[in-house]
């Protein structure tokens, strides 16, 4: 059964773990990602994943009287993805811990600090993942729709939003390649990720069209929206200064991802279900004098139609 992170904490009695839940839920895109369980059909759980992921849709015709329908099925492709571990620990001194209290307590900003982490790696993967290249990651969202259907390339060579004069020259061209873009996919986007740089680029198209809204969330985040879709800063990777969805360090070329939310759609999976994440805590009462922390977390991502998530590339921003 889907569950969303929400639905995590209300089952968590410990204040540590909604904790965590509510530093992932700050995330737009794991605030609004269902989940799904790895169940084995003979019971038990799994690492491994497999769904049918479907590729050409299905088709529908009138006929004439004492004539037959003309047989189609969709098409599918069996899809099997794997859950990856990832996460970080932290270490801290049994004396600190107990003592060092008075300006910030120690255990839970580094329970926070590495929970921000290990949400820009989810993010990373998320978009970036590709398990060919990296072992330990799950396969993301851009490796799916590269060269699919919903790649999509704008009818000019380049969408120029790298300064307020190009903006105001081309901030109708990008409106419509993006709708372009969302025409592509089998529904409306629930998410519509980005780097810092288009962020900023697209707050000042908002100057000059009313399709966006701005409001808080239930965590007191200022979101901004298109439609009813959330416009996502996805940030940068994990200890680093690099942005996530990439720029082109020639070109200052980025791209944007539309993506559907939905468990016929784009979601993502873990073993233990509404279990996740974990938060292993230092125990003060085992002995030595260094105790480690950790924050865990064991997922992938899932593209159960190609149609649910689309890209425009060659947007310039710098």
């Known amino acids: 059964m889907p569950f969303k992170l929400e639905d995590a904490k209300k089952l968590s009695q410990d204040k540590l773990t909604s904790f965590v839940i509510d530093e992932f839920r ?79 307590n120690l255990v839970n900003f580094l329970l926070q600090q590495k929970t921000q982490a290990t949400v820009a790696l989810f993010n990373d993967w998320f978009i970036n993942g590709d398990s060919a290249a990296n072992a330990t990651s799950f396969d993301g969202i851009d490796k799916a729709i590269t060269g699919s259907t919903t790649e999509h390339f704008p009818s000019s060579a380049v969408i120029d939003l790298s300064s307020a004069a190009a903006i105001e020259s081309n901030w109708r061209e990008f409106l419509y390649e993006l709708r372009q873009t969302i025409g592509l996919m089998d529904g409306a986007p629930t ?33 901004v929206n298109y439609g009813a879709a959330t416009i ?12 996530i969805i990439p720029i082109s360090g020639t070109l200052g070329e980025t791209s944007l991802y539309t993506m559907r939310i939905g468990i016929d759609g784009v979601h993502a999976v873990t073993p233990d279900g509404m279990k996740a994440p974990k938060v292993y805590l230092p125990n003060l009462k085992d002995p030595g004098a260094v105790k480690l922390g950790e924050v865990e977390m064991i997922a992938a991502a899932v593209l159960k139609a190609t149609r649910s998530a689309a890209v425009l590339r060659k947007i310039k921003v710098a």
């Open 26 to 104: 700050k995330s737009p895109l794991l605030d609004a990602m269902e989940w799904d369980d790895i169940l084995k059909p003979q019971g038990g759980q799994s690492f491994t994943y497999l769904y049918n992921r479907v590729t050409t849709y299905p088709t529908a015709s009138g006929r004439a009287i004492n004539t037959e329908y003309a047989a189609q099925e969709p098409a599918t492709t069996q899809v099997p993805v794997t859950a990856k571990i990832f996460g970080g620990a932290f270490e801290i001194d049994r004396a600190v811990a107990a003592h060092e209290t008075q300006v910030i």
């Open 232 to 243: 996502m800063n996805m940030g940068d990777k994990p200890g680093t200064s690099d942005p």
């Open 191 to 223: 998410i519509i990720a980005v780097n810092n740089a288009l962020f900023t680029a697209i707050q000042t198209v908002a100057d000059y069209t009313s399709q966006f809204t701005q409001k808080r969330n239930d965590l007191g985040a200022e979101v």
